[in-house]
């Protein structure tokens, strides 16, 4: 805003000078840009970059005298961009060793303030603070219909009955249970389709993706498909899901370069605009084929829930597709990854292996398959789950950040209202201080934290 006022000034300036001839004119704009860097680099000389620099100044703070979050200042005007891509949790966790700021790190997203923790405690303080309820507005999130949504909803009325319906409707014991039959199908069906491979080259991923859309398939919308068959439905919401994807881990520009906005040079509004018509083609058919239908049968899928509820809870239509969008978006690929990285460590890690098999054969016998009732009864299968979450967390930055909705303090610093705060997960869980040789897979005995150790 202050930028927009001080360009404001100097073009008033121009505008009151008389007399125009072409030499000052370029006199005058290079003028302007002298003035417009000298500003530029007097915010980027703050420790986090321009967006603090841009902050701290209009409060009138001078960069040497305040107790300032330590952070990289990044570039002028763009600050730290540079970051975000390509495996950004481990050049921020990088970042944050240089500036001796592991507990909190500023830094700069264009005019974008941003926090960082790599530590357990500030990672708490901000997540469990209602002030950080909120999500930073995201362009292609809001043009995907995840503002109305569970995970990016505005902090509200709406975000409150959102996660009630989530907490005592959809993932309820009995929502969960409703679908197991067919989680025991797919799981036969990869083992099948794993198999029948013998020898030959292939790859594992492709078939535990499939996997991971058919279960959302079933526990969203009530289709049930097999692995080994391929279908149009699937195929289709596949590119829909891995397009949806590639938009929204997309770091764009607009949403930190305000003034970009207009000119969508990374083309994310055009994809959007392709692929919200497609998804509400998908999804209306879905809606409607369960409301037209006349047998009476319940399948217990999402959709059915959400069509059955009443009051304030009962949702518009157009909220339930962002709802159930979502479910399948944030769904499939996550499971898919977890379990991918969970089978590589068991290649790699035989010991492992061989003492999962033990509990396995120790709590079902090789005469039956494995049911969901007998986690309860296991130890190490779990705890090597735990660990590879540790290991590889599908979300290394929690997926979605955090938005200050007020001015805070976090680990004692002042945090203005409209700070983007972010957690580093994978940082965390190879906290040398937290874990003993964090990097490596240990397999001597399962420690109550449930990590193989
Ligand atoms: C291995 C599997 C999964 C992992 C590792 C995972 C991880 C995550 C993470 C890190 C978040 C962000 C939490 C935050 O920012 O506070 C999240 C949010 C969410 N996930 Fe998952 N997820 C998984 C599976 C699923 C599945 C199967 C579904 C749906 C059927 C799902 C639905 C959601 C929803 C709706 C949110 C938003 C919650 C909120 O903002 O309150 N996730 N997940």
Not at 119 to 134: G, H, R
């Amino acid at each position: 805003m202050e930028t927009q006022i001080d360009s404001f000034s100097v073009l008033v300036f121009v505008s009151k000078c008389k007399a125009f001839s072409s030499q000052s004119t370029i006199f005058l704009l290079v003028s302007l840009f002298l003035a417009w860097l000298a500003m530029a680099l007097c915010y980027w000389a703050y420790p986090g970059g321009p967006a603090w620099g841009h902050y701290w100044r209009k409060k009138g703070i001078i960069c040497s005298k305040a107790k300032l979050i330590p952070g990289p200042r990044g570039f002028p005007v763009i600050g730290s961009m540079n970051l975000m891509v390509n495996l950004a949790h481990h050049k921020l966790s990088a970042a944050a060793k240089t500036f001796k700021a592991e507990r909190l790190m500023a830094f700069s997203l264009g005019e974008t303030k941003v926090v960082i923790t790599c530590n357990p405690d500030v990672a708490k303080e901000i997540l469990n603070s209602s002030v950080f309820a909120d999500r930073p507005v995201k362009e292609s999130a809001y043009q995907l219909m995840f503002d109305r949504a569970i995970g990016f909803a505005p902090y509200g009325v709406y975000w409150r009955t959102l996660r009630r319906i989530a907490a005592t409707h959809l993932f309820c014991p009995k929502q969960i249970s409703c679908t197991e039959s067919q989680r025991f199908n797919i799981a036969s069906q990869m083992v099948s389709a794993i198999a029948i491979q013998g020898g030959d080259y292939f790859r594992v991923r492709d078939i535990l993706k499939k996997a991971s859309l058919n279960s959302m398939m079933c526990s969203v919308f009530g289709r049930k498909y097999d692995l080994g068959s391929s279908n149009n439905e699937t195929e289709d919401l596949r590119r829909l899901v891995d397009e949806g994807y590639d938009i929204l881990g997309k770091l764009n520009w607009s949403d930190h370069l305000p003034w970009l906005a207009n000119l969508d040079l990374q083309k994310i509004r055009f994809r959007c605009s392709n692929l919200v018509p497609k998804v509400n083609r998908f999804v209306n058919r879905v809606i409607q084929e369960h409301r037209e239908d006349q047998t009476g049968q319940r399948r217990n899928d999402f959709v059915d829930v959400l069509l059955s509820l009443h009051g304030p809870d009962k949702l518009s239509h157009h909220d339930m597709v962002a709802v159930l969008w979502e479910m399948i978006f944030r769904g499939t690929d996550t499971v898919a990854v977890l379990i991918e990285w969970i089978l590589a460590r068991m290649v790699l890690h035989r010991d492992i292996q061989s003492k999962v098999h033990d509990e396995l054969d120790q709590v079902a016998g090789r005469s039956r398959p494995l049911m969901e009732a007998d986690i309860q009864a296991m130890v190490y299968l779990p705890a090597v789950v735990k660990e590879v979450l540790r290991l590889h967390p599908p979300g290394p930055l929690l997926s979605w950040a955090r938005l200050a909705i007020t001015d805070t303090k976090v680990d004692g610093y002042d945090v203005p209202a409209g700070t983007t705060a972010m957690v580093n997960m994978w940082a965390i869980t190879r906290d040398p201080q937290v874990w003993d040789g964090p990097s490596k897979v240990h397999a001597r005995e399962v420690s109550a934290q449930g990590r193989c150790c």
